[in-house]
């Protein structure tokens, strides 16, 4: 009965995301609206804020008269970001652990969060989860799965090949190797989860998300099945943007953009702290392709400086590439000297691990070194 509801639960969902943007927005207050007035929740609202997608909710939530509480752990974002977070009034709270911390004790942050979580296993020898071990190695589920066959708990063979070292005998087709750096999924936990889970315990608050379904991932299935508003034993969460699409959250962006030129004074008063467009720099500007869908001339996601996950799949200039734009130092920081090796002693960074992996970083985007003169003319590039 339970997959027959959830079936249905994701057939409506999925129907939603059809509809056009208006019907969406409306969706949206409507669902926010009943969140802050659920006797459950009795109006102790928040607002977890990062980058552009929960930008765009908090100020979306202003204009619905909805006064939920803006709360970030901003020293995480960028400067551009952390711009607006200061003209919107936010509410900053501290990282757990620092990222350079969070690196050294958790691991680097690689490929997905659900690969990251296999490949430490893997990492550590003699594990006493051997059948999982296996399923991870071989995707065969042995007694407890009924012996059946998982391609989705198996790690891809050329991730094997890489991290899976510490188990090759399960594999010995493949050359497994052990990776000169640790892989860990649990930086998110600590600096930004769990101290914002932490707050929200504190003073009473349940969080309005700026999640969306159509960015796939883990959060997908789960927005699918429990929809925007969602009460559980240990969670209480809104995600209003649950059935918009990237196009939609930026339309909704434009008009959120021009809301707060109006109200601007209502986030926060001093004129100091205002900025001209809450579109962080990072993301550039909004713009339309030939066929009326929007776009960001930057970025198109952030996240932390120092988070690797989805690296391999991105095209150049991919973030790496940006953040050398942005600021040479930090990116020399952490391409080179983030970390030391407890081994030999040798300062590394993300440099060893994309290395590893294999996405390129030491060159330009373009394809030529710092510094290296152009076959057209004398100019450095």
Known sequence: MATVEATRAIADFTAKQRQPYEFKKKYAAIRAREFYNDPRVDGNTCVS????????????????????????????????IRRVHKALGVHCLKPYKSKVAVLRDCGFPVISKAKARKINLLQKPNSEKQTFIHAIMTGDMGEQGKYQHSDKIKLPDKWLELFGGNYAEHRPDLHCLCAPFPVG???????????????????????????????????????KKNGCNYFGKSVTRSCPF?????????????????????????????????????????????????????????AQRTGCQMC??????????????????????????????????????????????????GVPWRDL????????????????L
């Open 49 to 80: 804020v990062g980058g552009l997608d929960s930008i765009v909710l908090m100020v979306f939530l202003h204009s619905l008269h909805i006064p939920a509480v803006p709360v970030s752990v901003s020293s995480l974002e960028d400067t551009s």
């Open 185 to 223: 999924a649990d930086c998110c936990w600590w600096m930004k989860e769990l101290p914002v889970q932490d707050w929200q315990k504190e003073h009473g608050m349940f969080p309005y998300l700026g999640l969306m379904a159509s960015e796939g991932g883990q959060r997908e299935l789960g927005l």
């Open 242 to 298: 649950a059935i918009f699409m990237r196009d939609d959250l930026l339309h909704l962006a434009l008009e959120m953009d021009a809301y707060y030129r109006e109200h601007w004074q209502e986030f926060n008063p001093d004129p100091a702290q205002r900025v001209e467009t809450i579109i962080p720099a990072i993301y550039g500007s909004i713009e339309h392709r030939e066929d009326g869908t929007l776009y960001t001339t930057k």
């Open 308 to 357: 690797g996950f989805g690296i391999h799949m991105e095209q150049r200039p991919h973030r790496f590439d940006r953040l050398r734009e942005r600021n040479r130092k930090e990116w020399e920081f952490w391409m080179y000297r983030c970390c030391t090796d407890p081994n030999t002693g040798e300062q590394y960074g993300w440099g060893r691990v994309l290395d590893w992996i």
């Open 365 to 380: 985007p373009d394809g030529n070194f710092e510094g290296q003169c152009s076959l057209w003319g004398g100019d450095e």
